[in-house]
């Protein structure tokens, strides 16, 4: 994938203020400090265009990057993080939630994991409530160059088998720092976005979308 245009183009804690063109979304989530701004930036290589830090909590809102002018990454805040205000998490949390059931445009959840502990309590809320709701997924266990190949290999396969995840879902060893990851995700991501833009299409042909294949959170 050859990024040649990158911006933040919205930071949203309403609603209201979701991007309102019709362009894939893949959405990231995962416990604060995981790794999700410095996966944009690796993606996207740039450096610091997704703001990252040692400090838990630094993305507050949900932030649209758009790529190419064909897709968007949507950094979420981190769950987990203490210091913000319950008000706070609340707010994000009801925004987050419908954001995930009812954005037309969401083509994929990218569900980040520390590749180095088994997944906590709430990595394995997170991907129950996600695989519960049929969102389409993708895990990626984050920081593998702090393992041996071997190890990270070792604890992807566990964190498969502690969520049980299925074959279907790709877990993707991932590092920011080296890149390792980078071309399997690329690939299971531009196959979520371009999937759905060509269903309707192919669909017609059949004779119509069939709204029973669609998840019932995700029905227009
Ligand atoms: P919040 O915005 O608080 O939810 O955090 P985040 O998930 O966006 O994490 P962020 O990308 O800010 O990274 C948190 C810390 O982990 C930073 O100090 C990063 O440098 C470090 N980090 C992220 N990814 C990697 C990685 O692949 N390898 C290593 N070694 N460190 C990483
Ligand atoms: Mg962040």
């Not at 932030?63 to 609340?90: H, M, T, W």
Request: some cysteine; proline content about 6%.
């Amino acid at each position: 994938m050859i990024v040649r245009k990158a911006e933040l183009v919205a930071t949203c804690a309403l609603w209201k203020q979701l991007p309102e063109d019709d362009l894939p979304e893949i959405a990231l989530a995962g416990r604060s400090n995981v790794g999700k701004s410095s996966l944009i930036n690796r993606m996207l290589n740039r450096r610091q265009l997704a703001r990252t830090s040692a400090v838990p909590g630094k993305t507050q809102t949900l932030n649209f990057y758009r790529i190419n002018d064909e897709l968007y990454f949507v950094d979420f805040p981190g769950y987990g993080y203490a210091k913000a205000s319950r008000g706070e998490r609340q707010k994000w949390g009801k925004l987050i939630e419908r954001y995930l059931l009812e954005r037309r445009q969401l083509r994929l959840l990218l569900l980040l994991i520390d590749i180095r502990h088994p997944p906590t309590a709430l990595d394995r809320m997170m991907y129950e409530w996600a695989a519960h709701h049929r969102l389409p997924l993708c895990l990626v266990a984050t920081k593998s160059d702090k393992l041996s190949r071997m190890q990270a290999g070792k604890h992807a396969a566990q964190i498969r088998h502690m969520l049980k995840v299925p074959e279907a879902v790709p877990v993707i060893p991932f590092s920011s720092e080296t890149g390792e990851g980078r071309d399997a995700l690329w690939a299971v991501i531009l196959e979520a976005a371009g999937e759905r833009n060509e269903q309707p299409d192919s669909r017609a042909a059949e004779g119509g979308a069939d709204l029973r294949d669609v998840p019932e959170g995700r029905r227009p």
